[in-house]
């Protein structure tokens, strides 16, 4: 899966150059920067844009679409043939309950500008403990001693790792969370 941002985009954000190695580590720090966002904090893929096709078996005429954001729909078949149907926002309303397959593209044509930000921000967050040798532990990390080297957490390394407050997890699910809001996307960031 595609990340949502590149070592030239923390590059830039950090006004920092990384050398050849360094932008290999970054990109894969990134990727999984990337797979938190979608899988732990979004639960819905949203870059990059694809062409899916599904069958389902409409309830009551409405089939839900189950990616998004919703770019068109293509096609509603039914045996092959195509029927008509109507869009609505994050769903399709067709006559009759027997199976249908639809064929519809979803997702950004490129990631939003959102959530490229916040996969540099977990991996400039994780790099001050990746850099010092420590792991990916920092999360609530409250001071650094220098002499007699020493770490110490406010929160009990409770936000160890790669990890968001809920705020910002409450706020991405928010704009990017399939069923709270439904609309046609928008072309490009």
Not at 144 to 168: H, K
């Amino acid at each position: 899966m595609e990340a949502f941002a590149v070592a030239e985009d923390l590059a830039a954000l950090l006004k920092r150059e990384f050398t050849p190695e360094e932008q290999s580590w970054i990109d894969t720090l990134l990727a999984s920067a990337s797979t938190y966002l979608r899988d732990d904090v979004i639960g819905q893929i949203v870059y990059p844009r694809t062409t899916s096709e599904f069958d389902d078996w409409p309830t009551a005429g409405r089939v839900d679409l189950p990616q998004f954001p919703v770019v068109s729909v293509d096609s509603v078949k039914r045996n092959g043939e195509p029927i008509e149907y109507k869009y609505r926002p994050g769903y399709i309303t067709v006559r009759g309950d027997e199976p249908v397959t639809i064929t519809y593209t979803w997702g950004y044509a490129e990631p939003p500008a959102r959530l490229r930000d916040m996969a540099c921000v977990l991996v400039s967050s994780a790099l001050l403990t990746l850099e010092a040798k420590v792991g990916l532990t920092a999360g609530g990390l409250s001071s650094v001693a220098l002499d007699d080297f020493r770490l110490a957490w406010a929160d009990a390394g409770a936000q160890s790792g790669m990890s968001l407050p809920e705020i910002q997890k409450a706020d991405l699910r928010r704009m990017f969370n399939p069923r709270s809001g439904f609309e046609f996307a928008e072309s490009g960031r």
